[in-house]
């Protein structure tokens, strides 16, 4: 979320750095974007593109709009304007199609590593635990602590679903793999888990060592398609 309180903001621009070089430099990165990309749809500079991407500082509502507009999102999105708020409020899109994703576009998407839902049944009932995750060939693994919800996935048949919603053009799409959990013990494997994980770590922090690995046993996906932005 912008700093509006510490950082101050320009009267006529937008609040003072806070994340927003992160978030437009995740954004341009998530679109697959050169910052020579946005340079040329934004009418600048790469090296200021560079240097909204990694420096402090304001900049003109007018550019901030541009930059938006560029990397096919809103104000709000870029200068974290909607941090609490649930995605997906805003109104449906013009003629929007729901089509289903292959298994290959499907790995495609949930990628390397992110943020998922593993969802879980025991015996208080049915319950949906974020996580960060690594995947890897037809697995997805992700780190918690033992006894905690997101273990008493292992030894069940579990699904786990990753997904991501552009509120600015009200499309998205979403990714389901269901399969059997497991826990990963043997020193080599969890090497090898960590050496994919690279540097991430569990967001809610804590000593997360336990290794639960879902082997996919079906992947299905689905996306919402709009018009041309």
Known sequence: MTDRSRSGADPGGAPVKGDFGRRVAARREYLGLSRGDVA?????????????????????IGFV????????TTVDELTGGTVDIPPGGGSAAGHPRLV??????CWRLVGRRGVGRVVVSD???????PVNYVAAENRIAYRTSPGSGPAHAAGRE?????????????????VLVVGEAGTVTEPEEVELLRNEA????????GERDLWVVVTAGRVTGRRIETGAP
Not at 42 to 60: D, F, L, M, R
Not at 65 to 72: D, F, G, K, S
Not at 123 to 129: M, Q
Not at 158 to 174: K, L, M, N, Q, Y
């Open 158 to 174: 579990t699904a786990f679903e990753v997904d991501h919603i552009d509120d600015a053009f009200s499309r998205g799409w979403s």
């Open 40 to 60: 040329l749809r934004t009418a600048s500079a790469p090296g200021y593109i560079e240097y909204v991407e990694t420096q402090p500082g304001s900049h003109g």
């Open 65 to 72: 709009v541009r930059l938006a507009h560029a990397l096919e």
């Open 123 to 129: 015996e208080h009932g049915p319950a949906v635990y």
């Open 198 to 205: 690279g540097p991430m770590a569990p967001w809610a922090g």
């Open 100 to 105: 289903e994703i292959g298994q290959d576009e």
